[in-house]
């Protein structure tokens, strides 16, 4: 409370009970204790009505001279200062302590209430779950975690990720490093940067989990050997020569399970291609027929047809290699890109989220977010090669008469618009009344037209100055606009009572069948999409949609829900993502740069950590359009 506060300004009670994790009644508790612990010193707490909390110093008080009165710190102690840091810590703390451990201990230690500690534990066993881990409880004696060394050491690398000091000291990992990079020197071995660091994070806690006696089993390492011979082939010489150095460097001893143990993590990170000598590598029918699924789901899903996309096919069946191996040991390569591919690329990341239902479906795991980064990579780069550019607009040039002056106004037109045009025809305004309007999306019209038709019509200047041909680029842009196409008022729920996700998704699926005239058959094609890969992409919301096309215009129903709800993956409910904002999206017949700019323009305020928490609060339809419209306008 104390080093928020030093922050500066002033804090209501509601903010600071979400930055620590707890109730507004033990802010007002928290704040009479730190009132307690200020007595004497010379600084307050002062309190603003309608603006809450704040510290204030006494004239030329030194804020960190009265932190070290109020907090001497102790001897190597430490003290998680916020809820993810504690949930982190106690994590860590489980897996150094060999006994059970009571929750009267954990409380001291961290210094929270039981209550607490026991939604903190449920995060924690989130996190446990991932990784086939559970916590034990033992009446009188306390909690433990308990599941394979394996798959222990997978989750203490993945909270070595979001908090250091977990996986060894920075002077072992030097060594450690040292150690590989020589190996891997010597054999032209060769990993790229973000995958030699996982490497040797992962080396770096099997050191110290072997230092305190933990030692993996490896049960089917010959079944490795044969289903993926030449990755796993390769490896395994290079994680002997790489153990012969660490038993030297930390004079310890690796079984030969361990040495097993670092050539399936060397297996797995490594890029197919580079794994075995260049041109032996052959891509197993297995593989090739999986991309060709992974293909057409996506051409089903999204009626985009790469099946003729060589390059893309080839770079998936070579990163289908490796995937195999991290799959079928539960082994996640951290994708430091992510965040940036589902901003900049979310029609890709869409895409990919798509063909990881056949891989989830074949190995029977999810695949994470990492991974689908990593495979949305492949399929932006599939796009760009089919970008096309804009869609061109039919134009049909209405003159008086005089050909010369009609046809300068042509070379004028495909000179400012040629982006947006496509054919361009030119007739004199008699002949208007004969004119096939079929293929035609606008007129531009020098004189008043002597009858209707069907298509919009623009008067113009045979001479158009630079305001004009502003306003008519604008009109060409804006017949791109997403927002009023796709969000319907019809359906938008602001308010939307659910217990858990199957209940939302019954609900907005009904909504859409009666609103639509759907085919109750859209309800089963949500959810076996839904079954396959997580639709969760965090910020509060999810983008659940049918597994398949064939649903009739394209549409986004939202709902915001009453309160967030664990937007759980397959059918573990202690998995995922807590949600409160929902776009149910089906996008038949949408192809090209419209596809592109609805999946921009959404992702975008998906992502948008102010514009969702606004919709939160408003509820309103006329919220969310404001929202997309500002987001589609940037």
């Known amino acids: ?184 020197r010597k054999n032209s071995y060769e990993v790229n940067g973000v995958v030699l660091d996982s490497l040797i994070m992962h080396i770096c806690i099997a050191v110290e989990r072997i230092r305190q006696g933990h030692y993996v089993e490896i049960q089917n390492e010959e079944e490795v050997s044969q289903s993926r011979d030449e990755m796993y082939e390769a490896a395994r010489p290079v994680a002997e020569e790489i153990v012969k150095k660490l038993e030297e460097a930390f004079q310890i001893s690796f079984p030969e399970s361990e040495i097993g143990y670092i050539a399936i993590h060397l297996s797995g990170k490594t890029d197919a291609a580079a794994a075995v000598e260049e041109g032996n590598l052959v891509i197993s029918e297995e593989v090739n027929s999986a991309v060709t699924e992974m293909l057409q789901s996506v051409k089903d899903a999204f009626q985009v047809d790469f099946m003729e996309d060589l390059e893309l096919r080839m770079s998936l069946c070579r990163h289908l290699v490796p995937l195999s191996i991290r799959l079928e040991y539960n082994i996640n390569m951290r994708n430091p890109l992510l965040d940036d591919i589902k901003e900049k690329f979310c029609l890709a990341y869409a895409m990919a989220l798509q063909a990881s239902t056949v891989l989830n479906r074949h190995s029977g795991k999810i695949m994470t977010d990492d991974e689908t980064g990593y495979i949305a990579l492949a399929f932006a780069l599939a796009l760009q090669r089919k970008k096309t550019g804009p869609p061109k607009k039919n134009i049909l040039l209405v003159c008086a008469s005089g050909r010369g002056s009609a046809q300068l106004l042509k070379y004028k037109c495909m000179e400012e618009f040629g982006p947006y045009v ?34 919009p019509v623009r008067e ?65 094609s949500v959810e076996k999409r839904e079954k396959l890969a997580k639709t969760a992409f965090g910020n509060m919301v999810a983008m659940p ?90």
């Open 1 to 184: 409370m104390f080093e928020i506060l030093a922050e500066g300004g002033y804090s209501t009670a509601d903010e600071l009970a979400d930055r620590l994790g707890v109730s507004n009644k033990t802010v007002r508790n928290t704040i009479k204790e730190l009132e307690k612990e200020l007595e004497g010193s010379g600084a307050c707490i002062r309190v603003k009505y309608g603006s809450g909390y704040a510290l204030e110093l006494a004239q030329g008080q030194d804020l960190k001279q009265l932190r070290e009165q109020l907090f001497p710190a102790e001897e190597g102690a430490y003290c998680p200062e916020t809820p993810e840091e504690r949930i982190y810590y106690l994590a860590e703390y489980l897996f150094q302590t060999e006994d059970f451990v009571k929750m009267d201990r954990l409380s001291e230690i961290l210094y929270v209430s039981k209550r607490i500690l026991s939604d903190d534990l449920k995060k924690v066993e989130r996190i446990f779950s991932r990784h086939h881990l559970s916590i034990v409880r033992k009446p009188n004696y306390g909690i433990r975690v308990e599941g394979e060394e394996f798959d222990k050491r997978l989750c203490i690398a993945e909270l070595a990720v979001k908090r250091s000091g977990m996986s060894g000291s920075r002077e072992e990992a030097e060594i450690v490093a040292a150690c590989v990079d020589e190996v891997f």
């Open 422 to 455: 496509g054919n361009l025809e030119v007739c004199d305004v008699n002949h208007v009344p004969k004119v096939d309007f079929s293929q035609i999306d606008y007129v531009f019209t020098t004189v008043p037209l002597p009858c209707s038709v069907p298509v």
């Open 460 to 524: 113009v200047q045979y001479f158009m100055g630079d305001k004009e041909v502003v306003d008519i680029r604008r009109l060409f842009r804006k017949s791109e606009n997403v927002v009023d196409k796709y969000y319907d008022p019809e359906l938008f729920i602001p308010c939307l009572k659910a217990e858990d996700k199957w209940e939302v998704i019954r609900k907005l699926c009904s909504l859409v069948i009666e609103k639509r005239g759907l085919s109750p058959d859209f309800y089963a």
């Open 545 to 634: 949609h049918p597994y398949t096309s064939g649903w009739g215009t394209p549409f986004a129903c939202v709902a915001v829900l009453d309160h967030p709800i664990l937007w759980a993956e397959g059918e573990d409910s202690l998995e995922g993502e807590e949600v409160q904002v929902v776009f149910l999206v089906s996008l038949d017949g949408l192809v090209g740069r419209e596809l592109q700019k609805f999946y921009d323009v959404t992702s975008q305020l998906m992502l948008s950590q102010k514009h969702i928490q606004r919709l939160i609060r408003h509820r309103s339809y006329e919220q969310l359009i404001s929202s997309l419209r500002n987001v589609e306008e940037q």
